[in-house]
């Protein structure tokens, strides 16, 4: 049960579930401070003032006190803290000091959204909306907590106005700080590249700054938006873990600065390279959701929070907890290499092996016959198509299938009519020469026309197609910034009015579309977050379909993700990223851990692997719901070993499917046993293959011993049930 108090005596905040609290503190009356956050406590009786500094409570001043010492939880720049800050703002006589005291707080159910921003949803919880106010400017700052009962999780995010008689400008808005008193843990990233996303980095703190961040525009294929702190001793399996993830699709930072006094700032938030966001008086700036989590049962604990989360309170509409069908995508089987029939034969085959979905991939619009023309001009190629999107997806229906569309509507090709008739849309810098990336530019999203151009031409596609799926990509980062229509002064605003315009064209079309099951993408995995998981429940999670390299990205992605939201597929052999070879038994059990797909040509495949295919989607129906939406437990690290496990569990403990894979063979190698977890020990469960039967309890303290490996790249799987 989840509550917020509220102490006179001692200005304590607290807020806390069954299991975890939040703890912060009011130094002198007037100064948020950060007191405890941890497993459950009833209250901290500490005198923080006196034990971190030479002052109490009757002798703090701002004026005196070096507030670099002390716990922040509003940090700001410009003040007696030198450390760097949440928030600087740049007044018109080109000072930055501020003096935020607390002015007012008020506790509410539920939890209020941010505008213009995605959020989590507020079943089961209470917030607290903290006020601070400078004096001197009238600027206030609107600090926002909300405490979940079914997640160990904290939503933070700030809101500032504008309450005094002139502009402001805004050149740090960042949405969390999190002061520990001390440095000892080490740091947990998620970085890569194309084809390599996510891969988990850990190292010790020292001191100064670290982290990850980026300028690209997106959250983007190199960095993720989320950083984990680990206690000493903490592991998969225990410790303390705190850890904070950004519900944001644009440029962000996370970052931890270790001090001289050894104490470590942990901050999420918008990036502050390029950025700043001018305030006339009466207006307000809202930063985006961070959420902060808290385990006791290290990583996987942690994990099992996020994803929690995720299916109560970030996915939404009809797909949220739903199982998803099981497609065939064209992109590795044709490329821009097809027509209708070839197209058609594909979804034949599909159909007679069980797959729900056909997915028509780049190539069927404008005259695009390669990745160098047509993007914006979202008209049929009736050269490949002669009866049309419409026809295609009748003849599809026709089939018992359903129909997915690939859509990129944020990107324009200077070989395009939509180019031609408006060459002013796209993001440039003046006159400067346009820096193609893939032969195409960025649409400016900041512009009224350009989003309703997007929105009109995009959902007169979905509707002529009759889709039932959408995956949309982009392709390409944000190079040489600069608008249009925003004056000199506005142009570091661009990053940020950029991807609000994205989520406004993104909840107008998914709006527009309530039964459709839209799927995001960016060149691969380079907008996996939370912000766009508020508005579509799953993302392709890379280009790269190597089963091991799969094994990998989707390993770390789900530190923050449930499988429910990792798009993944079997694709062909020689893989088309690595070249590697890997058994379909493999590929296909790596791509049960998402939502499962098919990328290669069916019609090339020998009867004896349609078979075997036919096979694997009976099996994939028969999890899937334990599989997307189970408790989730890894189990062997691909980042320590040549193995990579993991399992998902149902809530009620009664249903089990385990994945294990070996990557090269070794011979005269003897399996060791793989401990489970999440199981019933007084149950016995049964492996719906081969009907062995173990003991719940022996599964988790003795383990199972996977098949031995014969060849590279080899996998065993079990579906278990108890008796």
Known sequence: MTAITFDVQTRCFHLLNDRVSYILRLGAGAYPLHLYWGRRVRAVHDDLLSRLTPYTDETFSLHETPLDLLPQECPVMGGADLREGMLTVRHTDGTDALDLRYERHEILEGKPQLAGLPSARGEGARTLLLTLRDAESGLSVELAYTIYDDADIIARSARIINGGAQAVTLERALSACVDFEKADFSLVTLSGAWARERQASVRPLVQGDQGVSTTRGASSVQTNPFLALLAPGAT????????????????????????????????IGIQPVNFSWTLAPGESFTTPEAYLCFSAEGLGGMSRQFHTLVHSHITTGR???????????????????????????????????????????????????????????????????????????????????????????????????????????????????????????????????????????????????????????????????????????????????????????????????????????????GRFDLGLMCLMPQAWCSDDTDAWMRCRIQYATSYVFPPSTMGAHVSAVPNHQTGRISPLATRAAVAMGGTYGYELDL????????????????????MQRVLLYGDFYRLRSPFAGNECAWMSVSPDRREAVVTHVTALAQPNFKPSPLRLAGLDPELDYRDEETGRVWGGDELMNYGFVPNAPWGDYTATQLHLKAL
């Open 319 to 525: 797909w949220a907890r739903s199982e998803r069908p099981l497609l065939v995508n064209n992109w590795e089987a044709t490329y821009f290499g097809f027509d209708e029939e070839k197209l058609l034969s594909l979804a034949r085959c599909a159909k007679d092996v069980g797959i729900d979905l056909f997915v028509l991939d780049d190539g069927w619009f404008g005259h695009r016959d390669a990745d160098n023309s047509s993007l914006g001009d979202w008209v049929d190629d009736m050269r490949k198509l002669p009866h049309g999107l419409a026809g295609l997806s009748e003849r599809i229906h026709a089939l018992g299938m359903k129909f997915g569309l690939w859509v990129e509507p944020e990107m324009i090709s200077p070989d395009s009519d939509l180019y031609r008739a408006h060459p002013d849309w796209c993001i440039h810098a003046g006159n400067r020469t346009r820096i193609e990336s893939r032969h195409q530019l960025v649409l400016d999203l900041s512009r009224e026309d350009v989003r309703e151009y997007i929105v009109t031409s995009i959902c007169a596609a979905l509707r002529r197609g009759n889709v039932d799926y959408v995956k949309w990509d982009m392709n390409r980062n944000i190079n040489m910034w600069g608008s249009a229509c925003l004056s000199a002064d506005r142009q570091k605003e661009l990053g940020h009015r950029y991807i609000l315009g994205l989520y406004e064209i993104m909840s107008r079309v998914v709006r527009e579309f309530p039964d459709v099951l839209f799927e995001s993408c960016a060149g691969g995995g």
């Open 236 to 267: 998969e399996t225990q410790g303390e873990v705190y850890a904070m993830a950004l519900c944001y699709s644009g440029s962000f930072a996370a970052s931890v600065q270790v001090d001289q006094h050894g104490m470590a700032r942990a901050q």
């Open 603 to 622: 019609t090339r495949l020998p009867a004896e692997e349609l078979e075997q295919i036919a096979a694997l989607n009976r099996r994939v129906h028969a």
